[in-house]
């Protein structure tokens, strides 16, 4: 018994051991073609400068990494401690499939170095691997709730690009660019992006510049900003995420490419164009499908017209609406059904509980493809409707709304389907 007891003592001591490993002091470097990244130990092994062809593209005026705020401004990770410290559970380095003992200045130099790390960041599981080559920088992050998380924020991919460029440009999925010139006036960019594929940043005096794309972008990802600060030009994205992350939830795999560009000052967005091209030629966006179909399994509504859950948008007195997020084919036709039913205590008004198909434009402006469902019976029986959808010359990324509004009755929806017609 005592034997077993000591045993037992000593897993449970190396699991402890095991479970927050030991930050290093100090700086390394990874390097490979005309990239190099410095290291931080004291940020948690979390990229601290970028640099390309030896120019420092990306500073140490701020932290990278991945950051997690539960509640406002209670940020965990990286050099961030006000809502915890973040805890790194394992890492390795490798250069050209060689394992490397991390020792703090040195430049670890091959044809490729790979960084990975997993680390806790308050509920969060977080893990992130990091390849160098001589073709560029690609990062890969995903992540685990370990317990139900609240989150506030989670920016998964941040940079702290220098102050010293001047003009930057984005990619949309339908092709469409934007550009502009920075003022490092403290002022937000991008913050009415919709979708986003890539962005790119220049500095013409040194005639260098880097562009980060989305290897693993889908539709209605999340949200990006680039802050316009005196002492750097960084770029935030953080992922459509719910406000409490539930237990056991695994995210898919969030990936950037960091290419640099070299061009003469008025090609630059030429150069930029031509790189994006290529790289979607590599990774290509997800196909949207022809047919789309909600089962709402995964929803809080109960008693369902088919399986055992749907969704439920419950009155509140005043506003309710719940959204769908789909993503349709240009020059379409679609046709759209599904199961209502209403309780005979929503609004009188058939404005008020509706169904209704639309989208923000990158300008804000709202375009409705479509409604319905506003005269359905409201006996609590279920109810069939059908609505033809017609897409522009524009690729559609919106939602489905469903309304109940100035009412404590209930409306549910189930067997979603919208199928694309000849």
């Known amino acids: 018994m005592k ?31 005309d990239y190099k990244l410095d290291i931080s ?38 050099g961030h401690t ?80 220098t102050n010293q460029t001047e003009n930057w440009m984005v990619g949309r999925p339908d092709g469409t660019t934007q550009s502009g010139v920075f003022q490092s006036n403290n002022s937000w960019l991008l913050l009415k992006e919709r979708e986003l594929l890539w962005y790119a940043l220049f500095d013409p005096k040194v005639q ?30 953080w992922p459509n995420l719910p406000k409490v992350i539930k237990k056991g939830t695994k995210s898919r795999i969030y990936t950037m490419i960091l290419k640099g560009l070299s061009a003469k000052s008025e090609e630059w967005e ?24 909600f089962d709402f399994e995964n929803a809080a509504g109960t008693d369902a017209f088919n399986g055992e859950k749907c969704l439920l948008v419950q009155g509140n007195g005043s506003f309710r609406c719940e959204k769908v997020p789909v993503s349709l084919q240009k020059n379409s036709t679609y046709k759209m059904s599904f199961v209502i039913r209403k309780t005979p205590d929503v609004s009188s008004r058939g404005s008020d509980h509706f169904v209704l198909v639309g989208r923000y434009d990158e300008n804000r402006k709202f375009h409705i493809l479509g409604t319905c469902a506003s005269n359905t019976p409201k006996d609590n029986k279920w109810h ?36 694309k017609t000849e």
């Open 3 to 33: 034997i077993y007891s000591f045993l037992t003592i000593l897993f449970v001591c190396c699991v402890t051991v095991c479970a927050d490993v030991v930050p290093l002091k100090g700086i390394f470097t990874i390097s490979a073609g």
């Open 41 to 78: 130990g004291e940020q948690k092994l979390c990229i601290t400068k970028i640099f390309y062809k030896g120019y420092p593209i990306g500073m140490n005026t701020g932290f990278y990494g991945s950051i997690l705020a539960p509640v406002k401004s209670q940020f965990v990770g990286a």
């Open 82 to 161: 006000e809502g915890g410290e973040e805890k790194i559970v394992s890492v390795e380095l490798s250069v050209d499939g060689k394992k490397q003992d991390i020792v703090a200045d040195i430049d670890f130099k091959g044809q490729t170095v790979k960084l990975t790390k997993t680390s806790i960041l308050d509920k969060l599981q977080v893990s992130v691997e990091l390849a160098i080559t001589d073709d560029g920088i690609r990062i890969d992050k995903k992540f685990e709730a370990l317990d139900d998380q609240s989150v506030f924020s989670f920016y998964i991919f941040q940079f702290c690009w």
């Open 208 to 237: 260098k510049g880097i562009m980060g794309y989305f290897a693993s972008y889908y539709p209605r990802q999340g949200q990006y900003m680039l802050w316009d600060k005196k002492v750097y030009h960084k770029f935030y994205f």
């Open 270 to 293: 030429k150069a930029a164009n031509a790189s994006a091209a290529a790289l979607a030629e590599k990774y290509s966006q997800p196909s949207m499908s022809d047919n789309l179909h």
């Open 384 to 419: 069939s409707v059908t609505l033809q959808l017609q897409t522009s010359e524009n690729t559609f990324n919106g939602n489905v709304y469903i309304y109940n509004k100035n009412s404590n009755g209930s409306v549910w929806l189930d067997e979603l389907d919208i199928e």
